[in-house]
């Protein structure tokens, strides 16, 4: 069984130790954060992720901040998630749809259907049960699989991640008469 060893250090914000595997942030005075606190940072400060022709531009809000400010976001984060919660009728997570494409399904199969969009708090997982709410309907969904960005019909690798609060993700599901369009929401009850 391999060591677990402290390769960068100790988290600015919870003083947990930076390992490598799990990543970290740098923050615009140098000091590093732990994937736990960006993870519960992300809800406030959304990772946007841009395709140009093959090259991926990220935009990370989280790597501006210096520790002072990134301290306060942190004492403000949880009342942050609960008002957007009481915003949407106390879903556990909600999913907002930038981009949809469809492909068909095949014989006796309904179509597939890639939502590209951003989490804007919880988490999505395959297998989840869902609602997609387009203008005044609702459609029950379960997600077949959850994406990272760029990776539609993409048959090598593992291209499935969970979808969390402030990041850019697909969510694939399939289903005959199916309306989603961008705007729409998608949430997890």
Do not use: W
């Amino acid at each position: 069984m391999g060591k677990k060893t402290i390769e960068r250090g100790f988290c600015a914000l919870c003083k947990r130790a930076l390992l490598s595997p799990e990543g970290f942030c740098t923050l615009s005075d140098g000091n590093q954060i732990c994937s736990k606190c960006i993870r519960r940072l992300r809800v406030m400060l959304p990772l946007t992720v841009l395709s140009d022709g093959g090259n991926t531009l990220k935009d990370d809000p989280m790597m501006k901040l210096n520790l002072a400010e990134a301290e306060q976001k942190m004492q403000n984060v949880t009342a942050y998630t609960e008002k957007l919660r009481a915003n949407y009728q106390n879903a556990n997570a909600v999913f907002a749809v930038d981009q949809v494409q469809s492909e068909k399904g095949g014989f006796l199969k309904p179509p597939i259907y890639y939502a590209t969009g951003r989490v804007i708090y919880g988490y999505f997982d395959p297998a989840d049960q869902v609602q997609l709410k387009h203008g005044g309907n609702a459609f029950d969904l379960l997600l077949e699989n959850v994406l990272k960005i760029g990776s539609i019909g993409a048959c090598f690798g593992n291209n499935t991640v969970q979808g969390i609060g402030g990041t850019q993700c697909v969510l694939q599901f399939s289903g005959k008469d199916i309306e989603c369009a961008p705007g729409d929401l998608i949430v997890r009850r």
